[in-house]
């Protein structure tokens, strides 16, 4: 394994992931975490994530020099290389030298371990206050910029490399090949991570976990709950039950895609409840966000205690396990994130109810989002669901900005479905993240169709492309498939008269509308 050292903002998850694509398995582990510890994992590297801090600032995260003598190699990045070089004795300070974004770096060892068969110009994306002006003794300072005179160092007996720059976004042109030659050439790791293991070592995970017991697993139509099924299906065949509660806010065709496709794939057993009518019930009169995704957040809990109860009767006291499909992300977000604004309480499927006791299953644990499709692929399940894009648990139901009714429900699915299908007939797929499509119920605009005058709702589409949804971009889709869209849904969804196109990137605006 490779550990990341995670030293805040996000970077950390950003590089673990790299370094995968770079066929290593890697694991993030908190900057606070005892250097023994970190050893006693038996790293074959470790990388220094940036952070936030200056290295001087009160209260800014350091390291025990113990980890530099280890004989692991170690690469640090941005705050990791500062602290990598105050800690061995190098100089770092706050000179005005400040550089943010796009930069000029110039690598002046073109045969370093690093830099090997890079150029000696190349773009690098900058985000720091201090700087480095004296590499610690013993290392061969490797590259600088127009105000930094050490923007990357080696010590290649020790084993030991730093860059200032963030070599794992996209906008540093070389900055997967650098990383490469540290995992590959500096630390001498051979890439053969793949996910063909990945299933293997969970396949035997599950059968060792579960036993000859049994597991549910609640399937949500999307592509984690899905491939997690499809892992425990293939390691404990017919003791797995799924369910999948139809709560009436899916989109259109999708509740036909659980039942038939992913069946037909997996061979799964599979309980399909219908709740549409008591989710509509519980969700009449309400226009309020949060308190929409509580309810639906709440029958979604007890429709599914009740469905375990009737498979716990049917199969017997014997089905102890629950299948979860919880992703490497929302486990480094658990255990180090603290104080993260609850900025909409999000709603994952098989909440898991106090009073049954259930051991869980959760099979992903260790993988990013791409990762599960790669593993989804491998399992056979069609390409509609392992390539399909996010959507939220609560559903449609979050996308009707007002009152949730059945009439509002169809009219968004026939809309949501026109923009799906332009969307997928222009190619775009790949390139945009989700396309959220939204009914302003509440709003109401003049139009005019045929000879008549209307006073319709407007639709929003809200297209946007990003590598997390921690932030995103408003996709620029071309004006023929935006007015294709258009033209279709007002002509075909009665009662919508205008589509809009929603321009706002996240922050400040959100991915979904509520
Ligand atoms: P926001 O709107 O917070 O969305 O920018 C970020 C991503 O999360 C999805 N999303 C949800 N997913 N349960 C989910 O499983 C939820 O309650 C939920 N709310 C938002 C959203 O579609 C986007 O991909």
Same mark, same amino acid.
């Given at each position: 394994?490779?550990?990341v050292?995670?030293? +805040?903002?996000?970077y950390?998850?950003?590089?673990?992931?790299?370094v995968?694509?770079?066929?290593v398995?890697?694991e993030?582990?908190?900057?606070?975490m005892?250097?023994?510890?970190?050893?006693?994992?038996?790293p074959?590297?470790?990388?220094?994530?940036?952070?936030?801090?200056?290295?001087?600032?009160? +209260?800014a995260?350091?390291?025990?020099?113990?980890? !530099?003598?280890? +004989?692991v190699?170690v690469?640090?990045?941005?705050?990791?290389?500062?602290?990598?070089?105050?800690?061995?004795?190098?100089?770092?300070d706050?000179?005005?030298?400040?550089?943010?974004?796009r930069?000029?770096?110039?690598?002046?060892?073109? +045969?370093s371990?690093?830099? /090997?068969?890079?150029?000696? /110009?190349?773009?690098?994306?900058?985000?720091?206050?201090?700087a =480095?002006? &004296?590499?610690?003794?013993g290392?061969?300072?490797?590259?600088?910029?127009?105000?930094?005179?050490?923007a990357?160092?080696?010590?290649?007996?020790?084993?030991?490399?730093?860059?200032?720059?963030?070599?794992?976004?996209?906008?540093?042109?070389?900055?997967?090949?650098?990383?490469?030659? !540290?995992l590959?050439?500096?630390?001498?790791?051979?890439?053969?991570?793949?996910?063909?293991?990945?299933?293997?070592?969970?396949?035997?995970?599950?059968?060792a976990?579960?036993?000859?017991? $049994?597991?549910?697993?609640?399937?949500?139509?999307?592509?984690?709950s &899905?491939?997690?099924?499809a892992?425990?299906?293939?390691?404990?065949?017919?003791?797995?039950?799924?369910?999948?509660?139809?709560?009436?806010?899916?989109r259109?065709?999708?509740?036909? %895609?659980?039942?038939?496709?992913?069946?037909a794939?997996?061979?799964?057993?599979?309980?399909?409840?219908?709740?549409?009518?008591?989710f509509?019930d519980?969700?009449?009169?309400?226009?309020?966000?949060?308190?929409?995704?509580?309810?639906?957040?709440?029958?979604f809990?007890?429709? !599914?205690?009740?469905? %375990?109860?009737?498979?716990?009767?049917?199969?017997g006291?014997?089905?102890a396990?629950?299948?979860? #499909?919880?992703?490497?992300?929302?486990?480094?977000?658990s255990? #180090?994130?603290?104080?993260?604004? *609850?900025?909409?309480?999000?709603? *994952?499927?098989?909440?898991?109810p106090?009073?049954?006791?259930?051991?869980?299953?959760?099979?992903?644990?260790?993988?990013?989002?791409?990762?599960v499709?790669?593993?989804?692929?491998?399992?056979?399940?069609?390409?509609?669901i392992?390539q399909r894009?996010?959507?939220?648990g609560?559903?449609?139901?979050?996308?009707?900005?007002?009152?949730?009714?059945?009439?509002?429900?169809?009219?968004?699915?026939?809309a949501?479905?026109?923009?799906?299908?332009?969307?997928? $007939?222009?190619g775009?797929?790949?390139?945009?993240w989700? =396309?959220p499509?939204?009914?302003? &119920?509440?709003?109401?605009s003049?139009?005019?169709?045929?000879?008549?005058?209307?006073? #319709?709702h407007?639709?929003?589409l809200r297209?946007v492309?990003?590598?997390? &949804?921690?932030?995103?971009?408003?996709?620029?889709l071309?004006?023929?498939?935006?007015?294709?869209?258009?033209? $279709?849904?007002? *002509?075909?969804?009665a009662?919508?008269?205008?589509?809009?196109l929603?321009?706002?990137?996240?922050?400040?605006?959100?991915?979904?509308?509520?």
């Amino acid at each position: 394994v490779v550990l990341v050292v995670d030293f +805040g903002a996000q970077y950390a998850q950003l590089i673990a992931r790299r370094v995968r694509e770079a066929r290593v398995y890697s694991e993030i582990v908190p900057s606070t975490m005892p250097v023994a510890e970190m050893l006693a994992k038996n790293p074959r590297a470790i990388i220094l994530s940036g952070g936030p801090s200056s290295v001087y600032a009160e +209260g800014a995260p350091s390291l025990d020099r113990a980890l !530099f003598e280890a +004989g692991v190699p170690v690469f640090g990045m941005c705050y990791g290389f500062q602290l990598m070089a105050t800690t061995l004795g190098g100089t770092v300070d706050d000179n005005g030298a400040r550089e943010y974004g796009r930069t000029a770096l110039a690598v002046s060892k073109a +045969g370093s371990t690093l830099f /090997e068969g890079t150029p000696t /110009e190349q773009s690098v994306w900058m985000s720091h206050g201090d700087a =480095c002006s &004296a590499a610690p003794e013993g290392f061969t300072v490797t590259a600088s910029t127009d105000v930094v005179p050490v923007a990357a160092f080696e010590n290649d007996e020790k084993k030991l490399y730093g860059v200032q720059y963030h070599p794992e976004v996209l906008h540093s042109t070389h900055g997967q090949q650098v990383l490469e030659h !540290f995992l590959y050439r500096g630390a001498g790791i051979e890439p053969n991570w793949t996910t063909t293991n990945v299933v293997e070592e969970q396949v035997a995970a599950i059968r060792a976990q579960v036993g000859d017991k $049994r597991a549910i697993c609640g399937l949500s139509g999307g592509v984690d709950s &899905a491939v997690a099924a499809a892992l425990v299906q293939k390691a404990i065949g017919s003791q797995l039950t799924c369910v999948y509660v139809d709560h009436g806010l899916m989109r259109k065709g999708e509740t036909e %895609q659980v039942e038939k496709d992913f069946v037909a794939a997996t061979g799964a057993k599979l309980v399909v409840v219908d709740a549409e009518k008591r989710f509509l019930d519980a969700l009449a009169g309400v226009s309020d966000p949060e308190q929409k995704r509580k309810i639906i957040g709440r029958e979604f809990i007890r429709v !599914f205690e009740q469905a %375990q109860l009737e498979i716990l009767q049917e199969d017997g006291p014997e089905v102890a396990f629950l299948v979860q #499909g919880t992703l490497y992300p929302d486990v480094v977000e658990s255990g #180090g994130g603290t104080g993260t604004a *609850n900025i909409k309480s999000h709603h *994952n499927v098989g909440g898991l109810p106090d009073d049954i006791e259930f051991e869980l299953v959760e099979p992903l644990r260790q993988l990013f989002k791409d990762e599960v499709r790669m593993v989804g692929q491998e399992l056979g399940l069609p390409e509609e669901i392992v390539q399909r894009q996010p959507f939220p648990g609560p559903g449609l139901g979050i996308r009707i900005v007002g009152e949730v009714t059945k009439e509002r429900l169809d009219l968004l699915r026939d809309a949501d479905a026109i923009a799906r299908e332009e969307l997928t $007939r222009a190619g775009l797929d790949r390139d945009i993240w989700q =396309c959220p499509v939204v009914l302003l &119920a509440d709003v109401r605009s003049v139009g005019v169709q045929g000879d008549g005058r209307t006073y #319709g709702h407007p639709i929003v589409l809200r297209p946007v492309s990003s590598e997390d &949804a921690m932030t995103a971009d408003w996709s620029r889709l071309p004006y023929e498939t935006l007015a294709k869209i258009s033209t $279709r849904i007002t *002509n075909e969804v009665a009662d919508v008269n205008r589509v809009v196109l929603d321009v706002t990137s996240k922050p400040p605006g959100t991915i979904e509308w509520e």
